[in-house]
C-alpha cells in the first residue's frame, strides 16, 4: 500500500515536472558548457602562453591567443545568461503548477482543515512551499550538475598537469571536507526546520490579530501584541 502510494505521488510529481523538463535539460547542457569552457579559458597557464610568445617575438601569435581568450569568455557568458535565462523560465513554470496543485488541493479539504489552520498560515504555505519545491527541484540538480560538472574538469585537469604524488595529495583534504559537508548540511535543515515552524506561528498570530482587531482595541492590547510580533521577528532571524 506504501509502495503503491509513493507510486502515485511520484507519477504527479512527474506531471508536474514535465512542461518544465526541456527547459531543466537546457539548463544541464549549458552546465557542463559553461564548466568545460572555464576549466579550458580560465588557467593560468593561458595568459602565461600569450606573455611567453610575444617574448619570444611572435607578436601575430600572441594576438591570437588573445583573441581566443576573449571570444572563449564572451561564449562563457553567453552560455552563463543562457543557463540562468531557461533557469527562471523552469522554475516559473513549475511553481506556477505547484501553486495552482496546491491551491486545488485545499479547497477539497474539510472544513474542519481551516479551522484548525489559520488563512495566512495557508498563504504562507502556499508561497514559500512553492518557492522551496521550485528551488529543490529546479534549482538545485542545476547547480548539483553543475558543481559535479566543474568538479570533473578541474580535476581532470590537474591530474593530467601535475605528477600523480602530487594529485593525490591534493586530493586529501576531500576526505576532511566530504563528511564536514555533510554534518553542516544536516545542521542548516534543522535549523531551517525549526526557523519555518517559528515562522507559521507569528504567521498565524498576525493573521489572528488582524481578523480580531476590534477585540484587540477593546481591551487596549496594541502594544502587547507589537512587542508579541517583534519578539516573533528576532526569532526568525
Same mark, same amino acid.
Given at each position: 500500500?506504501? &509502495?503503491r ?13 514535465r512542461?518544465?523538463a ?6 544541464a547542457?549549458?552546465?557542463?558548457? $559553461? &564548466? ?8 593560468i ?7 611567453? +610568445? ?13 583573441f581566443?581568450l576573449?571570444?572563449?569568455h ?5 552560455v +552563463?545568461r543562457f ?6 523560465r #523552469? /522554475? ?17 479539504q ?6 484548525r +489552520? #489559520?488563512?495566512g498560515?495557508?498563504q504562507e504555505?502556499?508561497?514559500?512551499? #512553492?518557492? /522551496?519545491?521550485?528551488? $529543490? ?26 605528477? +600523480? ?14 563528511? %564536514?559537508?555533510?554534518?553542516?548540511f $544536516? ?12 515562522s507559521?506561528?507569528?504567521?498565524a498570530?498576525?493573521? /489572528?490579530? %488582524? ?13 502587547r ?5 517583534a519578539?516573533? /521577528?528576532?526569532?526568525?532571524?
Amino acid at each position: 500500500e506504501v &509502495c503503491r502510494d509513493q507510486a502515485s505521488n511520484l507519477r504527479v510529481l512527474l506531471e508536474l515536472i514535465r512542461p518544465a523538463a526541456p527547459y531543466m535539460a537546457v539548463c544541464a547542457t549549458a552546465a557542463v558548457v $559553461n &564548466c568545460s569552457l572555464r576549466g579550458t579559458f580560465h588557467q593560468i597557464g593561458r595568459w602565461a602562453e600569450v606573455v611567453e +610568445t610575444a617574448a619570444a617575438g611572435d607578436v601575430k601569435g600572441a594576438y591570437a591567443l588573445l583573441f581566443s581568450l576573449w571570444f572563449g569568455h564572451m561564449v562563457i557568458e553567453y552560455v +552563463t545568461r543562457f543557463d540562468e535565462v531557461y533557469g527562471q523560465r #523552469a /522554475e516559473s513554470v513549475f511553481g506556477r503548477r505547484i501553486r495552482n496543485g496546491v491551491l486545488a488541493a485545499m479547497l477539497r479539504q474539510d472544513f474542519e482543515y481551516f479551522d484548525r +489552520t #489559520a488563512p495566512g498560515v495557508l498563504q504562507e504555505r502556499l508561497n514559500r512551499d #512553492a518557492a /522551496e519545491l521550485g528551488q $529543490n527541484l529546479i534549482r538545485f540538480p542545476q547547480r548539483l550538475i553543475h558543481r559535479l560538472a566543474w568538479m570533473g574538469v578541474n580535476v581532470y585537469f590537474l591530474y593530467h598537469q601535475t605528477p +600523480t604524488r602530487l594529485f593525490c595529495v591534493s586530493m586529501l583534504p576531500l576526505l576532511v571536507m566530504i563528511p %564536514l559537508q555533510y554534518f553542516v548540511f $544536516n545542521w542548516n535543515r534543522r535549523c531551517h526546520s525549526r526557523q519555518r515552524k517559528v515562522s507559521e506561528q507569528a504567521v498565524a498570530a498576525t493573521s /489572528e490579530i %488582524l481578523r480580531e482587531i476590534r477585540t484587540v482595541r477593546q481591551f487596549a492590547m496594541e502594544p502587547r501584541e507589537s512587542v508579541n510580533y517583534a519578539r516573533g /521577528e528576532l526569532a526568525r532571524a
